[in-house]
């Protein structure tokens, strides 16, 4: 009931097929463009600039062995930078196990070809999601496929100018179908929640709370608002979007591992990707909610950016954080991530109840 009351407020096209990873919705504006690019007269497809983007460089995957994070306290939350952040209260955290890097595609595409799981961006889109008779929605939006970073080439504070929902885009061609295939060292990304759940269920892990995520990214360090050094995360350097000086050695994605672990031997928690957590996103913490926190129920979660639709809490920021717009390059950093569409940067990892 609250879901359609809502989403009778959000224009047609503020849809699961028009999400994005940095924090909203594509507007109408952004969805047009994107139709017109498509279709334009020269015919230059949408992916090949994103293309572009990809990065290179490769280094050395570290071992997927699970980490054991022992249970303990920590202070959750942020008071210094944005306010979806705060408020700042100790918080317990039993103990678990998380994978030492994010999901990659190569341990992502051993659970497909193991199932035969198509993930959501690699199947037809049902046009109820839409809300809106048929005939309006614009064709491309009905194809198969997902959010991708394309830079603008010049400078803008619009998401619609490096945000396009690209057919043929999804985890196994992150650009599109005129880009690069997916690097097995690479984190996986462009899943929707269900494909994230169902593969952790199949690798017999589970998508772990914030809280736990948090902790075990913090791992017992100062907390601070800078950006981090060039060594120890994937971010951007530069003016965003327009100038991407790639310092830290990476445009765009890294492979796994290519940064400095942290106190727990944990890569890639902040920068890279995104990381999509458990909890459902409203923006603040409660301040009660001490002991093993996880978050607001479904009934209670809001992402202001994302209106009408149920956002998971996704952590750490990627490696399109820059000093002058999204820094988020930080453990207490987090937003709504919706939940039916993937992104070209928001990833995951497991936790786990066991060593095994
Ligand atoms: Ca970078
Ligand atoms: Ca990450």
Redesign the pocket.
């Known amino acids: 009931m609250r879901r359609l009351a809502i989403r009778s407020f959000s224009p047609p096209f503020f849809s699961k097929r028009c999400a994005i990873a940095a924090s909203v919705a594509l507007g109408l504006a952004a969805c047009s463009a994107s139709q017109s690019e498509q279709g334009g007269a020269n015919g230059e497809p949408l992916p090949t600039k994103a293309s572009d983007f990809a990065s290179a460089l490769s280094c050395k995957t570290p071992a997927s062995a699970r980490v054991r994070i022992e249970g303990g306290t920590f202070i959750m939350g942020s008071n210094a930078v944005y306010a979806e952040e705060g408020l700042e209260r100790e918080t317990r955290v039993d103990g678990f196990w998380i994978d030492p890097h994010e999901v990659t595609n190569g341990q992502f595409a051993e659970f497909a070809e193991a199932t035969g799981y198509q993930t959501v961006a690699e199947k037809p889109v049902d046009p109820a999601q839409f809300g809106v008779p048929v005939e309006q929605i614009p064709p491309f939006m009905l194809e198969p496929g997902s959010a991708v970073f394309t830079p603008p080439e010049h400078p803008s504070r619009s998401y619609g100018d490096w945000w396009k929902y690209v057919p043929g885009a999804n985890w196994r061609k992150p650009y599109g179908p005129q880009g690069p295939s997916a690097r097995p060292d690479q984190p996986v990304v462009h899943l929707a929640w269900d494909d994230m759940r169902t593969y952790a269920e199949w690798k017999g892990g589970r998508i772990p709370t914030e809280a736990e995520w948090e902790y075990a990214a913090s791992a017992g360090a100062q907390k601070y608002t800078e950006q981090p050094d060039p060594r120890l995360a994937?971010?951007?350097?530069g003016v965003f979007p327009v100038v991407?000086e790639?310092s830290?050695?990476?445009?765009?994605i890294?492979p796994v591992g290519c940064f400095e672990a942290n106190g727990y031997g944990l890569y890639d928690m902040v920068?890279n990707v995104w990381e999509v957590t458990a909890d459902f996103f409203r923006p603040g913490h409660d301040p009660a909610d001490r002991v093993n926190p996880r978050g607001p129920s479904e009934n209670a979660a809001y992402d202001p950016l994302n209106p009408g639709f149920t956002s998971r809490v996704m952590k750490g920021g990627s490696?399109l954080c820059a000093p002058n717009y999204c820094q988020r390059y930080r453990p207490e950093s987090r937003q709504g991530r919706d939940a039916g569409l993937g992104a070209s940067n928001v990833g995951f990892r497991l936790a786990y109840d066991s060593a095994e």
Not at 234 to 237: D, K
Not at 248 to 252: L, P, R
């Open positions: 994937n971010s951007w350097q991407n790639s830290d050695g990476f445009k765009g890294a920068g490696y």
